[in-house]
């Protein structure tokens, strides 16, 4: 394996987290719901899917409970914000807290063991290319799931029906109920969605970027995606490339320190917090770009008139 084939798929890898938890927060966002939550349910994804896997020798198992716990903390800030109007921010950081000291609980007994990792995808003839074959045709399934996902989303938001109730619930919830369209139930759908790929993402973590369970081990990568969302102006082809980017950033790191480059390590490793800040202030500067995206009821709760 060439250096530059290794560097190429340990950007993928670090990518695809993000990739698929952005897109789940885009999603909710679309649908004028603030979750800042995405932190808590990706490291309840991964202690969940990391227990699942471990306890029933399955990685497939693994990635069902890690969608499930995702869910599972969405559904409960969806009931708390939309159900019952609490702040959504206060809700949505609340969850974080929550995640991260329920995953610490149920993760104890779990630290130090040895993962199950979920196989890549192999396909004789092609997999075995030079340079290409490991790139484009031996991932594991979920980098296939991620680029699918962001097809998918891409497609629905612009170009269903679907699509369009989610946007217009996002962009005018009033207008939205009087027209018919049922504001709560897509909300929830959205919200749980969101839950559903922030768990995902943090099942990847857990069994196939470094199978095992190490507490708090999606170091901030939830409040990235959510970064994410807002330097794509809500695309979601856009959030593809910026995981990338941001993937990019995350392992260059890692690199430098391999070289021997005099650079403190604890510099290195807030490279992708300090990229997130400069993309963030940059965006704000282009007040065009995000006033055309930003879904106008973007935080804002809906209650019905009755």
Not at 81 to 108: D, K, M, P, R, Y
Not at 112 to 130: A, E, F, N
């Amino acid at each position: 394996m060439s250096g530059l084939e290794a560097v190429i798929l340990t950007i993928i890898t670090a990518a695809t987290p993000l990739l698929l938890a952005s897109l789940g927060e885009l999603v909710s966002e679309r649908s004028g719901v603030l979750n800042l939550g995405v932190e808590g349910m990706m490291v309840m994804g991964a202690v969940c899917g990391f227990a699942a896997a471990f306890v029933t020798g399955s990685p497939l198992l693994g990635v069902l409970a890690a969608i499930g716990a995702g869910m599972g903390l969405s559904l409960l800030f969806a009931i708390l914000t939309i159900s019952l109007v609490a702040n959504q921010v206060a809700t949505g950081l609340a969850l974080t807290l929550l995640g991260l000291g329920l995953s610490g609980l149920i993760g104890e007994s779990f630290v130090g063991q040895p993962g199950v990792r979920l196989s890549r995808i192999y396909v004789s003839g092609l997999t075995d290319l030079p340079f290409v074959g490991r790139i484009l045709f031996g991932q594991d399934p979920l980098v296939y799931v991620s680029l699918a996902l962001t097809a998918a989303v891409s497609y629905v938001l612009f170009r269903t029906r679907l699509g369009l109730t989610i946007r217009a619930v996002g962009d005018s919830h009033d207008s939205a109920h009087s027209l018919g369209y049922p504001v709560i139930a897509t909300r929830y759908a959205c919200v749980l969605f969101g839950g559903a790929c922030a768990g995902l993402a943090g099942g990847y973590l857990s069994l196939a970027y470094t199978p095992q369970w190490v507490e708090n081990m999606t170091s901030g990568r939830g409040w990235i995606a959510i970064a994410l969302v807002v330097f794509a102006s809500w695309l979601p082809l856009r959030v593809a490339l910026g995981a990338y980017l941001f993937g990019t950033v995350m392992i260059l790191g890692f690199y430098v320190q391999g070289m021997g480059i005099g650079i403190p390590s604890q510099l290195l490793s807030s490279l992708p917090y300090v990229v997130t800040i400069v993309a963030l202030v940059v965006i704000s500067g282009s007040r065009m770009v995000t006033r055309i995206n930003t879904p106008a009821c973007l935080g804002r709760p809906f209650v019905p008139e009755r």
